[in-house]
């Protein structure tokens, strides 16, 4: 730590020193001009100096206006879908240098990048990798309201479905590149690295086990373009880029002020039930943007805001459990006798157990429609300062912050009447809940960030000194709740603060780079290298301890009253230890609460070269992580252009990702819920006894990551472009959450009772921890064509976009302790059920399965925008591959004599078409300044497959036959049978999630131009 201080003292004197070397003192000049193209001015084309350190955007007349020293610059005038134009001008002292400039229609393939290249000024399609631009226009012309769902819409290779009942990950999407996980790619901010979430995924959902970075936290209003670099980039950025990296540019060099807001609903048919027409997720949303100049130098800084208020949708089914006031947690009780009854009499007298239960439901007027599963209510605010001010001829002073605010309630799994053990009671012992009760997460995410900085020359360097911090807090209050273990009371708490989770990150970066226009047999040469020092910090803060106290409770189950089909018995069931905890997510206890940090120091170079036809890049990258030891990363890549309209790239890169500090401590006890019935699960972090002496855990060690790319880049005129880039990703000991270890499993119990302290493992009804378990294998290939087709007097932009990707697991890492004879008794022993060996429960085929086919493998994007006059009408069609889900336990796994292990359906593994999404946007220009628009995201209100749902527990059918059957035989009831937990569960959210159509009209207001004098 103290060299880590030392270096940081260091570089803030560069900084000083940096600052003091910019400072000049010269008389001002101007440079002026008018951007047109050939049907008249240019709005809002963006003019920068000397590549991109400063400038400005042109007005509603095209006229753009710069004051700057006396020196000679390059101007550069861009506009999305126009070739870039430059222009090499010499400003005097006291005099105004003119640059107009007339734009020429070109192929969206122009737009220029910052990210896949360090040379300043190359377009998309001349660097040497495949890199998206999503530009603000696209931003804004969807009904899709926050960052992660318009990517999942406009690029296909990022992918992010909205989760359910899934605790913080109900608000923070996991999204990834390439179908690899959320923690595998890098989002920068203006360039500079951005803090990911406080958040690990650790319930079922899509990037299980990572932590990713909250894009939403980001105000749309605030975003000028993101570009997607679809490439390893690990030693260009940082070692977790492995999949790409997502670099969102914010608006910058803007004058005047632009509001809008955006009001829609879900109006969709849900075949259930008969039918039902469903009006809800209503959302609201506010934004705007102001920019104004500093100074008189050209200094510029945009403000922008939003506010998102968004509606809960539901799209569950009912209940079919069969007993929801009478029984143990709903299973069919048994009559005992001497001699034993018949099926006969035992089936009679569960349907008079069910015969009493309906009347209960009927006569307190129960619901069975008693989960919410859909998108949960919250309400986000957020806020962006973005801009620069030139400090002399050469300097510039940059500086960016944001906050947002998140806050939102999201429902849990409910519990019934029955489930005696979860019910807080009162003094008399009564339930506080007799009706059951829905838990409530309300989540609390608030997040922050600075980055402050200079740019400047010294001789012929360009200098670049930064400093980012990032923020990210998320804290839990759970409601309509309470713990079933606390004594009983009149006055049951029933909210609990349960604790919460940080994440700070501090880095400091400091780069130099040098392009040359000779050097040696190069024609142009670029040198860039640089040096990052980070700190980062994870915290678990406890809650207050009814939220996760064991109060000692026995939970008393009432008996049935007397069955008068058999001599009028009474069936009793006793006391089981009431759970601990407030329901649905116990608070964070003392053994979880730490604050844990780590320093990272690294330092790269990266190199960029053209020879006759050739472009030739090479980079490295060392990093130093005081908890994870070195390593080192390295990247080649290469252009050839073989015409002047054709070329070939490609690229291959070494790299290493380092566990984050989430995976590395990250410690509760949720509840999760296996087979339908709520379990207790502990996330046990790496320093556990039962992880590391138990089942034989060491301590985690950085993935290392191989991957190319190689594709072709193809332009016929101005209009049309196309390229294919094929990957090959190779990712060696992986970071996953494992399979929760039951203990249900005699061989799990007995590892946990050997080493898990009594007092923390108690109620504890599974184990799950991170391991380097598995070695993945990726494979894909990424389609663009785009062409501009001047039609009458409109302009109609196409474009095509395709992602393939396959994600394969190519072998499973164990250890000694999980590969012991004794831990996998079926290798023996034809008579022990597999799905019950430590081998086989590690990473089992259902996790396996959600890094190989629960997201779309294929997803094409095809787009038609036509702007005419006043109208602009965009429709887009978007085809989302078909998912698959895998059962935890093989459905199809036999005994010896050919009967099955498991009493589950084989179509309980099923898989879900394809479905194409159709989005339509109309926007007119009712005014000079305002623009009103309607719109249709879903349009013909496309659902997802139904989830199976196993007809053996239709209500109906368990009357007929309660008796449970064996070996996939009718009868009885199991909730475990299927995933629908219970009938509840329609629909999986992985491919585009369910909501159905959504209906919005929109309002946007430039004020400068509204109020502009004619």
Not at 149 to 159: D, E, G, K, M, V
Not at 217 to 234: H, K, N, Q
Not at 267 to 285: E, K, P
Request: glycine content about 10%.
């Amino acid at each position: 730590m103290r060299k880590f201080n030392q270096l940081r003292k260091a570089i803030l004197s560069v900084f000083i020193l940096l600052i003091s070397i910019a400072y000049g003192q010269a008389q001002n000049g101007t440079i002026r001009g008018t951007v047109s193209d050939e049907r008249g001015p240019l709005s809002g084309a963006s003019v920068s100096l000397n590549g991109g350190g400063r400038g400005t955007t042109t007005d509603a007349s095209g006229v753009y206006e710069l004051k700057v020293r006396p020196g000679r610059y390059t101007v550069t005038i861009s506009y999305v879908g126009f070739q870039p134009y430059s222009a090499l001008v010499t400003v005097s002292a006291n005099q105004t240098s003119t640059v107009d400039a007339t734009m020429s229609v070109t192929g969206t393939g122009e737009d220029i990048v910052i990210v896949g290249s360090r040379t300043g000024g190359r377009s998309k399609l001349s660097t040497a990798v495949p890199v998206d631009v999503i530009t603000s226009k696209e931003l804004k012309n969807y009904g899709q309201v926050d960052a992660t769902q318009i990517l999942t819409y406009i690029a296909p290779s990022f992918q992010s479905a909205r989760q359910t009942i899934t605790d913080g990950t109900d608000f923070i999407d996991p999204a990834g590149l390439r179908g690899l996980g959320p923690d595998q790619t890098l989002v920068l901010v203006n360039g500079k690295r951005r803090h990911t979430s406080s958040l690990v995924n650790i319930n079922g959902s899509v990037g299980r086990g990572s932590v990713g970075t909250d894009l939403n936290a980001i105000p749309v209003a605030s975003i000028e373009r993101i570009e997607v670099l679809r490439d390893g980039a690990s030693a260009q950025y940082g070692s977790d880029a492995i999949a790409g990296v997502i670099n969102v540019v914010l608006k910058k060099n803007y004058q005047g002020l632009f509001a809008s807001a955006t009001n829609g609903e879900n109006f969709t048919h849900l075949n259930y039930g008969g039918g039902q027409d469903i009006h809800d997720g209503a959302n609201s949303q506010y934004d705007f943007y102001a920019g104004t100049r500093i100074g008189k130098k050209g200094g510029n800084i945009v403000f922008s805001g939003q506010y998102l208020g968004r509606g809960a949708t539901n799209r569950s089914g009912n209940d079919n459990i069969p007993l929801i006031y009478y029984g143990n947690s709903g299973a069919l009780p048994t009559l005992t006798a001497n001699p034993a009854l018949s099926a006969t009499d035992q089936a009679n007298f569960k349907r008079w157990a069910m015969d009493l239960d309906r009347k209960q439901v009927a006569d307190r007027n129960y619901s069975r429609h008693n989960i919410v599963a859909g998108n949960a209510a919250n309400e986000n605010y957020g806020a962006f300062v973005n801009g620069g001010i030139p400090i002399s001829n050469k300097s510039e002073f940059y500086f960016t912050a944001g906050i947002s605010h998140r806050s939102g309630a999201a429902e849990g799994f409910s519990r019934n009447p029955n489930s005696f053990s979860q019910q807080p009671v009162n003094a008399d012992s009564n339930l506080i809940y007799p009706d059951g009760f829905l838990p409530q997460i309300h989540t609390r995410l608030d997040d922050g960030s600075i980055i402050a900085g200079i740019k400047t020359k010294i001789r012929r360097w360009d200098v670049d000194f930064s400093h980012t911090f990032g923020v990210n807090k998320l804290a839990y209050n759970i409601e309509n709740t309470g713990n079933a273990s606390l004594p009983p009371t009149n006055a049951a708490q029933t909210s609990f603060d349960a604790g919460g989770l940080r994440f700070e990150q501090n880095t400091t970066n400091l780069e130099f780079s040098k392009n040359v226009s000779k050097f040696g047999s190069f024609s142009s040469f670029n040198v860039a290298f640089g040096a990052e020092l980070r700190f980062e910090q994870f915290q678990i803060a406890a809650g207050e301890l009814n939220s996760y106290a064991n109060g000692g409770r026995l939970a008393l189950i009432p008996a049935l009253p007397a069955y008068s089909g058999y001599n009028n018995q009474v069936v009793s069931f006793g006391t089981t230890q009431a759970a601990a905890g407030a329901q649905v997510f116990p608070g964070f206890g003392p053994a979880d609460a730490l604050r844990k940090g780590r320093n990272i120091a690294s330092g790269y170079v990266d190199v960029e070269g053209t020879i006759n036809q050739f472009l030739l890049g090479v980079a490295a990258r060392y990093e130093k992580y005081s908890d994870f030891g070195e390593g080192l990363g390295g990247k080649v890549s290469a252009r050839y252009e073989v015409s002047k309209n054709f070329a070939i790239r490609a690229s291959g890169n070494l790299g290493f990702r380092a566990p984050s500090l989430q995976q590395r401590y990250f410690q509760n006890t949720s509840t999760q819920f296996v087979g339908g019935l709520p379990s207790q699960s502990l996330t046990a972090n790496n320093d556990n006894p039962i992880v590391r002496n138990g089942f034989g855990v060491q301590q985690l060690k950085p993935e290392k990551s191989y991957s190319a790319t190689a594709g072709i880049v193809a332009r016929s005129g101005n209009n049309i472009t196309f390229t294919v880039d094929g990957y090959y990703i190779k990712i060696k000991d992986r970071v996953v959450l494992s399979t929760a270890f039951n203990r249900s499993n005699p061989l799990v119990d007995s590892i946990v009772k050997s080493v898990g302290n009594p007092t923390l493992i108690n109620g504890v009804n599974a184990i799950q921890f991170w391991t380097n378990a598995v070695d993945t294998r990726t494979l894909g290939v990424d389609v663009v064509f785009t062409d501009r087709i001047q039609l009458r007097s409109g302009l109609l932009t196409l474009s095509i976009a395709g992602n393939y990707n396959n994600n394969k697991v190519t072998n499973l890492n164990t250890n000694s302790k999980i590969d012991d004879a004794k831990n996998n008794p079926s290798l023996t022993d034809p008579t022990k059920n597999p799905a019950l060996d430590l081998k086989n429960v590690l990473f089992d085929r259902q996790q396996i399965s959600r890094i190989e086919v629960a997201q779309p493998k294929a997803k094409v994007n095809v787009t038609s925008n036509y702007q005419i006059k006043k109208w602009d009408i965009t429709v887009r069609g978007v085809y989302f591959g078909k998912t698959r889900f895998v059962n935890n336990v093989d459905p199809n796994a036999k005994k010896i004599d050919g009967t099955p292990w498991n009493d589950i359906l084989p179509d309980v593994d099923q898989t879900f078409s394809p479905k194409i999404i159709t989005d339509l946007t109309i926007n007119y220009r009712i005014h000079r300044g305002i623009t009103i628009g309607m719109g249709a995201n879903n349009l013909f209100d496309v659902y997802p497959d139904r989830v199976f749902i196993d007809p053996r527990n239709d209500m109906q059918a368990v009357y007929i036959n309660p008796i449970a059957g064996a070996n996939q035989a009718p009868g009885g009831y199991g909730a475990g049978r299927d995933v629908s937990n219970r009938g509840r569960f329609l629909y999986s959210p992985n491919q585009f999630g369910f909501n159905g159509r959504y209906l919005y009209a929109r309002a946007g207001v430039d004020f400068g131009e509204l109020f502009k004098k004619k």
